[in-house]
């Protein structure tokens, strides 16, 4: 296969943050991706519907002319979030989900929930209206080894949170381990799990073995091989429960190339030719619309976009920037480390 069309994708995890940055990074994804779920951890987070409003309206406006993108909005769960804020929120169409952080798991999540029965009346009133819950799925205990915090998570803090408050719909986001992967599987369409594009190519040799590669590093951190084999096999398996979420994550390289760099990987410029590279070696290009472009759009409810990407198979590799440039300082786009030459039809 040398060229295939798409309906446009969709990017159910974005990071998009605010003012320069937010001009910056936007035309990265709005020239491929029709909408994305933007997160909500900015400085400070965007709790309330009002906030969210605002935040919409500055997305909007940061839109470059002639560009098409439908940002779907996000509220960031506190322990004092009003649910009558929520409900209105989601009835009146501007909220699509509401996003947990645990309190210290990753950027920006200060504000995060350290006690979850304060929120349980807010996660009640989800499961009545069917307002999907965004979940950062990792513990924050020190005592528990970084690379075992998603498989902790699900077992100390996820499941007993879906048993206690049934109907809830819940998205895993960025899903990192087998674990994570089977416990999606063990449970019915409520469940979805979002997988982004570096999970795909990345172990945590990748990381750590023989320099620190402080571009790789996001969080939660890449696993063992064992667990990136599992995510590819997850994201090219056809199943509707699991779908495109990149966490695109724009610092400023200043930030990520310092003694304490911040977690996050920007992928938003190359992701669609990565994953055109990934599913043909997985012999899955048929399950690529799936993955970036129906399953997700199913789970929120909302129809497919009509408008189409195609992307084609060239003799010489896809080219992007080694870093999208602007006010807020320079951001190193994702390498994936190989040649890949499926590149997106202008
Ligand atoms: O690597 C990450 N970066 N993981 C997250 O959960 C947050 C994100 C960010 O906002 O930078
Ligand atoms: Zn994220």
């Known amino acids: 296969m040398t060229s295939i069309t798409l309906r446009r994708p969709d990017d159910m995890h974005l990071h998009l943050r605010d003012g320069a940055m937010l001009a910056a990074v936007l035309p990265e994804t709005a020239r491929h991706f029709a909408r994305a779920l933007v997160m909500p951890n900015l400085v400070p987070p965007v709790v309330t519907a009002r906030e969210a409003a605002a935040y919409r309206d500055r997305i909007r406006a940061a839109l470059p002319e002639g560009m098409a993108f439908d940002p779907l909005m996000t509220l960031y769960l506190t322990e004092t979030t009003d649910p009558a804020d929520v409900a209105a929120a989601a009835a009146s169409g501007l909220v699509t989900a509401v996003k947990l952080y645990p309190a210290g798991a990753t950027t920006n999540s200060q504000s995060g929930v350290r006690d979850f029965a304060r929120v349980q009346g ?5 499961a009545e209206i069917g307002l999907p819950l965004c979940v950062h799925g990792e513990v924050t205990d020190p005592d528990i080894d970084i690379f075992d915090r998603e498989a902790v998570f699900i077992d100390r803090v996820l499941d007993p949170l879906r048993r206690r408050t ?3 719909r819940v998205v895993m986001e ?10 999606a599987r063990s449970a019915g369409p409520d469940l979805g799990a979002t997988i982004t594009t570096h999970h795909l190519i990345l172990n945590r040799n990748h990381i750590l073995a ?3 590669r402080p571009h790789y590093y996001c969080l939660p951190v890449a696993k063992r091989e064992r667990h990136r084999l599992a995510l590819r096999e997850a994201a090219t398996s056809g199943e509707a429960r699991f779908f495109l979420g990149t966490d695109s994550a724009p610092h400023p390289d200043a ?3 310092q003694a304490c760099g ?4 920007f992928t938003a410029t190359n992701t669609m030719p990565i994953l055109a590279h990934v599913f043909e070696e997985m012999c899955a290009m048929d399950r690529l619309e799936g993955f970036v472009a129906l399953h997700g759009a199913a789970f929120y409810g909302l129809a497919a976009n009509q408008a189409r990407l195609s992307l084609s198979k060239r003799a010489t590799a896809a080219a992007w920037p080694e870093k999208i ?3 807020a300082g320079s951001v190193t786009v994702f390498n994936p480390g190989f040649p890949v030459y499926w590149h997106v039809d202008d």
Do not use: N, Q, S, W
């Open 325 to 327: 440039l602007g006010g």
């Open 122 to 126: 807010v996660l009640d009133r989800m």
């Open 262 to 265: 911040c977690a996050g990987c």
């Open 210 to 212: 023989g320099a620190i």
């Open 174 to 183: 960025h899903i990192t381990t087998r674990d994570a992967v089977d416990y």
């Open 255 to 257: 930030r990520k190339e």
């Open 166 to 168: 049934p109907g809830l």
